[in-house]
């Protein structure tokens, strides 16, 4: 129900877009974002954009990487700029929404892998 692309392997300095749909019969969306986890850490949260367009990110990307969504989609995006090898991680969409006939609940994508080689 929620499909993930765009990770994959790129030099330190590049650039990749993630994306994240959501589909099937969805009543509405509320907040979208990205969490990821490095080998042997914890989970993290990246960036987060709520249904009012407030937006968070972790200190750590702020001024690298941007989120935006396309509600008419049901898809959150994460552009990711100057990357570094410390990004390196797979990267979890996550969205709050509601199902047709189901309470509202958080819904996670499957993954995607960023490796940033230096």
């Known amino acids: 129900q929620l499909q993930a692309s765009g990770g994959g392997l790129v030099q330190a300095g590049g650039s990749l877009r993630l994306s994240c749909e959501a589909s099937g019969s969805i009543f509405g969306t509320y907040g979208m974002g990205w969490y990821r986890q490095a080998p042997g850490k914890q989970r993290e949260l990246v960036a987060h954009r709520s249904s009012g367009l407030i937006t968070n990110y972790a200190d750590s990307v702020k001024g690298r990487f941007t989120i935006s969504r396309e509600n008419a989609k049901n898809t959150v995006y994460l552009q990711m700029n100057s990357l570094k090898p410390e990004d390196t991680a797979v990267y979890y969409c996550?969205?709050?929404?509601?199902?047709?006939?189901?309470?509202?609940?958080?819904?996670w994508g499957q993954g995607t892998l960023v490796t940033v080689s230096s």
């Open positions: 996550f969205v709050d929404l509601k199902f047709q006939g189901r309470p509202r609940d958080f819904y």
